[in-house]
């Protein structure tokens, strides 16, 4: 998979997770890479420095149209456990797991979700979230460990296995 496919990928995780509707994050993943493409037609595609520049200005435009969407109206909340993850078939351990992952997720607010998504989900570094949020290394830094302890806390009320 080539670097631009893996990053639609990703982006569409991003916004299926803060739009949870897969219709409209499909529409707007697609709408953040033609405004990448029409906006910086010569960002130079072909070097692994193409990482560096487009990857945050890629995660701003998403997250703007993001937001955007959020000023219209909304169709009903959907659920986190909806989210399928590309692979193979759970196990039932697997399937209680992410039941509860998601319940956890759902009692974190927005930026804590975010930040968890586009840094473990996503895989982006420190550096480029940085960049997307507009903020410090440090507060990156700072703010995705209180959102891991905090994610900690709740996966801790959760009773996961059963008897």
């Known amino acids: 998979m080539d670097w631009l496919e893996e990053q639609y990928d990703k982006i569409y995780r991003y916004c299926y997770f803060r739009l949870h509707d897969r219709e409209r994050a499909e529409d707007i993943t697609q709408e953040a890479f033609l405004r990448l493409f029409e906006r910086y037609p010569d960002i130079g595609w072909g070097g692994s420095g193409k990482e560096n520049v487009a990857l945050p200005i890629l995660y701003t435009i998403a997250r ?32 209680v797991l992410k039941q ?26 420190v550096g480029t ?33 059963e008897g």
């Open 64 to 95: 703007n149209l993001c937001m955007d969407e959020f000023r219209k109206p909304r169709p009903e909340y959907r659920d986190w456990e909806e989210f399928e993850i590309p692979g193979n078939s759970d196990t039932e351990e697997q399937l």
């Open 100 to 125: 509860a992952v998601g319940a956890a997720l759902t009692r974190l607010c927005p930026g804590e979700r975010e930040i968890l998504l586009l840094r473990y989900v996503n895989e982006l570094s």
């Open 129 to 161: 979230i940085a960049k997307v949020l507009g903020m410090s290394r440090f507060s990156v830094y700072r703010r995705t460990m209180q959102a891991k302890r905090r994610l900690q806390e709740e996966l801790g009320k959760e009773d996961i296995h």
